[in-house]
């Protein structure tokens, strides 16, 4: 299991040996985000671990070429971490039995907590802990396939699909006992979505939930800052953070985090000048990684307005960055940036989705008996939700 030394730090146990997070921070999966080049800028920006984004289990066993470019570690990283989804036990545990002969990572993270519809419709995501013999199949699965190959798995998942059906404490416990190395809790419903704030008090109540079990929680929801991180941990005695939307066009956060934890009070906030240079920096490692500079700088631009939010850059330039169609281009532009302090007050807010609350969507019936054991239509192939 992950334990907390006495310095707060995390543990990891892998095959070949006890792995220590030099930092107790968690890159949280997102989808069209976390790939190889996001990873690495965070990477560099301060240790921690860092996940993948999110692959169905069944696009593995397809071997989807998208899906197996999206599991493609970066250079030198290491531990290489997964996150998984599916909504059958069968496909989970061939797919963690495929990672683990093949070698394709030292840490699977299951999806428990994605609230789209494109998810949730199928039974996953945060709506599949309420069916909790499925959901106890799903883990038992999982971690009974990655126990030859010495592979911890971990879950992630959110406070239940709406106030009316909470499902994390029981979800939690279940998959405590069947061995997960730990439990991360997004502390919003999947009715929420993105929108208002975090209820860190039930990251609280996960903590004691599962001290008798010695599985630590990790907390994540509205952390915008190496403070947050901080407060989160005194608040709430969580075990770690996991960090999603706070990094977007931010990648230095991990740095801000390290040292915010190490009692630095010194806060991590670059100029304009030296934004542009990351961003650029973000610019080589993606084209790269997709080995076309047509195909990574248009992948590049949705990354711009959260580069760029707070800084005063004039909207005719901001329009061009959201065109960019090469790292020439991609220079020129930010060689036009004026230098100028970091807009801590606009910047340090939500950013990336922010989704208004909204029912799920559910398959039909979906909420008629929790200890339904229920088979569900094998996962559709996509490769993030």
């Given at each position: 299991?992950?334990?907390?030394?006495?310095?707060?730090?995390?543990?990891?146990?892998?095959?070949?040996?006890?792995?220590?997070?030099?930092?107790?921070v968690v890159l949280a999966p997102m989808a069209g985000i976390?790939?190889?080049?996001?990873?690495?800028?965070?990477?560099?920006?301060?240790?921690?671990?860092?996940?993948?984004?999110?692959?169905?289990?069944?696009?593995?066993?397809?071997?989807?070429?998208?899906?197996?470019?999206?599991?493609?570690?970066?250079?030198?990283?290491?531990?290489?971490?997964?996150?998984?989804?599916?909504?059958?036990?069968?496909?989970?545990?061939?797919?963690?039995?495929?990672?683990?002969?093949?070698?394709?990572?030292?840490?699977?993270?299951?999806?428990?907590?994605?609230?789209?519809?494109?998810?949730?419709?199928?039974?996953?995501?945060?709506?599949?802990?309420?069916?909790?013999?499925?959901?106890?199949?799903?883990?038992?699965?999982?971690?009974?396939?990655?126990?030859?190959?010495?592979?911890?798995?971990?879950?992630?998942?959110?406070?239940?699909?709406?106030?009316?059906?909470?499902?994390?404490?029981?979800?939690?416990?279940?998959?405590?006992?069947?061995?997960?190395?730990?439990?991360?809790?997004?502390?919003?419903?999947?009715?929420?979505?993105?929108?208002?704030?975090?209820?860190?008090?039930?990251?609280?109540?996960?903590?004691?939930?599962?001290?008798?079990?010695?599985?630590?929680?990790?907390?994540?929801?509205?952390?915008?800052?190496?403070?947050?991180?901080?407060?989160?941990?005194?608040?709430?005695?969580?075990?770690?953070?996991?960090?999603?939307?706070?990094?977007?066009?931010?990648?230095?956060?991990?740095?801000?985090?390290?040292?915010?934890?190490?009692?630095?009070?010194?806060?991590?906030?670059?100029?304009?000048?030296?934004?542009?240079?990351?961003?650029?920096?973000h610019g080589e490692l993606i084209v790269e990684y997709?080995?076309?500079?047509?195909?990574?700088?248009?992948?590049?631009?949705?990354?711009?307005?959260?580069?760029?939010?707070?800084?005063?850059?004039?909207?005719?330039?901001?329009?061009?960055?959201?065109?960019?169609?090469?790292?020439?281009?991609?220079?020129?532009?930010?060689?036009?940036?004026?230098?100028?302090?970091?807009?801590?007050?606009?910047?340090?807010?939500?950013?990336?989705?922010?989704?208004?609350?909204?029912?799920?969507?559910?398959?039909?019936?979906?909420?008629?008996?929790?200890?339904?054991?229920?088979?569900?239509?094998?996962?559709?192939?996509?490769?993030?939700?």
């Amino acid at each position: 299991m992950v334990s907390s030394t006495s310095t707060g730090l995390l543990t990891l146990p892998l095959s070949s040996g006890t792995y220590q997070l030099d930092s107790p921070v968690v890159l949280a999966p997102m989808a069209g985000i976390t790939n190889a080049p996001f990873r690495m800028l965070c990477r560099e920006q301060g240790a921690g671990l860092f996940v993948s984004e999110m692959v169905t289990a069944r696009a593995l066993l397809e071997r989807i070429p998208e899906t197996m470019r999206m599991i493609e570690p970066g250079p030198g990283e290491w531990p290489r971490s997964i996150q998984l989804y599916s909504v059958d036990p069968h496909h989970m545990s061939e797919a963690v039995k495929m990672i683990g002969r093949e070698n394709l990572a030292d840490h699977i993270d299951m999806n428990f907590g994605c609230p789209v519809p494109k998810v949730t419709r199928k039974g996953g995501g945060a709506a599949l802990p309420y069916k909790r013999k499925l959901f106890s199949a799903i883990v038992e699965a999982a971690v009974n396939a990655a126990k030859p190959f010495g592979i911890p798995v971990t879950v992630k998942m959110r406070i239940g699909i709406d106030s009316d059906h909470i499902t994390y404490l029981d979800a939690a416990k279940s998959a405590a006992d069947l061995g997960v190395a730990w439990v991360a809790l997004h502390a919003r419903t999947a009715a929420q979505m993105y929108e208002g704030k975090a209820d860190w008090s039930a990251i609280s109540a996960l903590v004691e939930h599962l001290k008798p079990t010695g599985v630590p929680a990790l907390g994540n929801g509205d952390i915008w800052s190496g403070a947050d991180g901080v407060a989160m941990m005194e608040q709430t005695g969580c075990a770690g953070v996991v960090v999603g939307r706070g990094c977007l066009g931010r990648p230095w956060l991990f740095t801000d985090l390290t040292q915010s934890m190490a009692g630095n009070s010194d806060r991590v906030l670059p100029p304009l000048h030296q934004v542009r240079e990351v961003m650029f920096r973000h610019g080589e490692l993606i084209v790269e990684y997709f080995e076309s500079e047509d195909r990574g700088c248009r992948d590049l631009r949705k990354h711009m307005a959260w580069y760029l939010k707070g800084f005063r850059v004039p909207s005719e330039l901001r329009r061009q960055f959201g065109m960019i169609g090469s790292l020439a281009e991609f220079r020129t532009l930010l060689d036009q940036l004026e230098d100028q302090p970091y807009p801590v007050d606009v910047a340090e807010k939500p950013r990336g989705r922010t989704s208004h609350g909204r029912p799920p969507t559910l398959p039909d019936g979906w909420l008629n008996d929790p200890d339904e054991m229920i088979h569900l239509d094998a996962e559709d192939m996509f490769s993030g939700g």
